[in-house]
């Protein structure tokens, strides 16, 4: 029997994954490994903000694609995911995001005790440094810096003067009293400089001799006796081992992760596991179930301005080392709109960007120009993420039936039409080089805004902004402790354990998650 064990593993070092072990190892007298498949984030490429796409399709992201969807004309969506120490945080576009009042009191209606917004809103403050100082809604002294944006080009700021214009409120900070209209975006970096889960909560923690970071090590299953779990079956650099467990094992390997680790544990619906080859131990029917993803689409325009990535690149690389300044420390500006008076949150988002967005975000981003679009916060939309092979190491199947449903294609509609008018805008005109029209001929855009045109541009354009979800959901397949039902020491923390999709990005909340698990696990052992 291999002698290698902790009281507590967190398998998965991504945004809650690390809150998660950083705060568990607060407390000297018990043992934790964190498990992460990928290698350590180091170097400019995960320091550098901008630099974030070139990350995608390289041995750091995860590469996963849904299977083809049929309301984006049967394409198979790219859905990126972090494979490196700090996840998916070590490779986003940073915008702090919380989500509105509305998310998390829904959380709580749906039989889900402390998860209100006034329970979740303490957590928030708790990981956050703002350097906007404390006040109701913002905390400071935590390890995560949220920070206002630096360097912020005039397109991006002619954007949120041109929504204004067209008749949305400016709103100086999305997460705080209201949700609603236009503005600029802070993000988790410190200094212009990328503040990762890893860099915010395992950076400080590194001198702890109870954390024990294994880095490059491949989660295979979960071991058990009975509905206990024993241990987890690894493989570093192809040794396979057996790390064995005293107290608890969480999983936060995001939200097509933690399902697929679990099915090919055992754990989900007996009849699929059965049929994909797995003994099933504990069935559990809604594992990998109730998926639910932002999906949307960018209208782009080209302008005189140079591309971020351009010949200066290396320029503007020593000027960001240096003073924290220029345009490779990466911002964004946006906002939250309402489809009708008839919702009770927001449910539309808009992301405007530096850059041409062609083929989801792939392409070399060398053109100059910006790109603006929208996604339905909201989505009812639900899909799955279901066993593709009994080998451990094979990928899951993600059926992500994006816009299946007739309202969220509505909505998206609606948003595309409400970022056309904003294009019209004057003082945008100014600034860009292609109008709607010359953006159409290039494919960039609707070639008007019927609904006929818009929607061939939404099945063509349309796809994932990267904020998969629910399926571990809380009240299905976790309590609200995050206790994974019918076993008897297994948590799930992240995003899969969300009952209904937040309105907005995903980071902060993962975060969020991965410290209600901790302080759950620190208070159930005394």
């Known amino acids: 029997m291999n002698a290698e064990a902790y009281d507590y593993i967190v398998v998965g070092a991504g945004s809650a994954g690390c809150a998660v072990a950083a705060r568990l190892s607060e407390d000297p007298n018990v043992t934790v490994a964190l498990v992460e498949a990928g290698p350590p984030a180091r170097g400019r490429l995960f320091e550098i903000p901008a630099l974030f796409s ?171 006796e009975g509905s206990q779990a024993v241990g987890l079956e690894v493989d570093h650099l192809g040794t396979v081992r057996t790390i064995r467990v005293h107290r608890e094992i969480v999983l936060s390997l995001g939200a097509y992760n933690s399902p697929h680790l679990l099915l090919q544990s055992g754990v989900g619906p007996a009849d699929e596991l059965s049929a994909g080859g797995i003994t099933p131990l504990h069935n559990l029917p809604d594992v990998g179930r109730n998926m639910q993803d932002h999906t949307g689409c960018f209208l782009s325009f080209f302008s005189r301005t140079e591309p971020i990535l351009g010949p200066d690149t290396s320029r503007e690389e020593q000027l960001l080392r240096r003073h924290g300044t220029g345009p490779m420390a990466w911002n964004e500006v946006g906002g939250f709109f309402s489809s009708g008076d008839d919702v009770p949150a927001p449910d539309i988002q808009v992301h405007a960007a530096l850059g041409i967005v062609r083929d989801e975000g792939l392409a070399a981003p060398l053109e100059p120009g910006m790109s603006f679009g929208p996604y339905v916060a909201r989505p009812a939309s639900r899909g799955s993420v279901r066993l593709r092979h009994s080998h451990p190491y094979a990928k899951p199947r993600i059926f992500h039936n994006y816009l299946d449903d007739a309202d969220d294609r509505r909505r998206l509609r609606e948003g595309v039409r409400l970022c056309m008018r904003i294009a019209r805008e004057p003082r945008l005109t100014a600034m860009l080089e292609s109008d709607l029209r010359a953006a159409a001929d290039a494919g960039l855009a609707p070639v008007s805004d019927s609904d006929q045109d818009i929607d061939d541009f939404i099945r063509t354009q349309s796809f994932s902004f990267y904020h998969p979800s629910g399926t571990c959901m809380m009240g299905k397949v976790v309590d609200h402790e995050l206790r994974v039902y019918g076993l008897g020491n297994v948590r799930v923390a992240d995003t899969s354990i969300m009952p209904t999709l937040v309105t907005g990005n995903t980071n902060a909340p993962a975060i969020m998650i991965g410290e209600k698990a901790a302080s759950f696990i620190r208070a159930s052992t005394g």
């Not at 749906?110 to 913002?138: C, I, M, Q, T």
């Open 54 to 224: 070139q990350q995608l399709k390289t041995a750091f992201d995860w590469d996963f694609e849904t299977e083809p969807e049929p309301r984006l004309g049967g394409r198979r969506a790219y859905l990126p995911r972090g494979r490196v120490i700090g996840g998916t945080s070590s490779m986003n576009t940073m915008l702090y995001v919380r989500g509105h009042r509305h998310d998390y009191d829904t959380w709580e209606r749906l039989g889900n005790p402390g998860w209100g917004y006034d329970d979740v809103l303490p957590f928030f403050k708790k990981s956050e440094d703002n350097e906007r100082g404390a006040d109701d809604f913002h905390g400071v002294g935590g390890p995560l810096a949220v920070s206002d944006p630096i360097s912020v080009h005039p397109l991006l700021t002619a954007w949120v003067e041109a929504a204004q214009d067209a008749g949305h409120k400016h709103n100086p900070d999305f997460n705080g009293p209201e949700q609603e209209g236009v503005g600029y975006h802070q993000v988790t970096q410190r200094n212009g400089l990328r503040c990762s889960s890893a860099a915010a909560f395992l950076e400080p923690a590194a001198g702890r001799a109870n954390l024990t970071v294994l880095p490059s090590t491949t989660a295979l299953r979960i071991c058990f």
